[in-house]
Nanobody, 121 residues
Framework: QVQLVESGGGLVQPGGSLRLACTPSITIFSANDMRWFRQAPGKQRELVAT???????NYADFVKGRFTISRDSAKNTVYLQMDSLKPEDTAMYYC???????????????WGQGTQVTVSS
């Protein structure tokens, strides 16, 4: 069974930067769309950014111009570069991916366990 493993969270001051990474725990055949979500305490989970296998990206309005999603297709790894961080960006960040484990598999969706991002002075 594949798991998505996130890394890169932590504590950062307002205006600072962090880079999140998410990679499958085993070698997989392919991933088409890969996304980052976040959930702050007491709030619903919200979509932050999406990248599909042709490289097209999409961002929530609240991160446009500050966050950049990218992927390494050879490693099926997705990144989220977060710049100009604000206290309201504080949340648990979750990776999501639509994955084919083998060439004979159909696509299935997977979630990571989350990585905490805290923006505070």
């Amino acid at each position: 069974q594949v798991q998505l493993v996130e890394s890169g969270g932590g504590l950062v001051q307002p205006g600072g930067s962090l880079r999140l990474a998410c990679t499958p725990s085993i070698t997989i055949f392919s991933a088409n769309d890969m996304r980052w979500f976040r959930q702050a305490p007491g709030k619903q989970r919200e979509l932050v950014a999406t990248i599909i296998d042709n490289g097209i990206t999409n961002y929530a309005d609240f991160v446009k111009g500050r966050f950049t999603i990218s992927r390494d297709s050879a490693k099926n790894t997705v990144y989220l570069q977060m710049d100009s961080l604000k206290p309201e960006d504080t949340a648990m960040y979750y990776c999501y991916a639509n994955i084919r484990i083998t060439r004979w598999s159909t696509y299935s969706t997977y979630w990571g366990q989350g990585t905490q991002v805290t923006v505070s002075s």
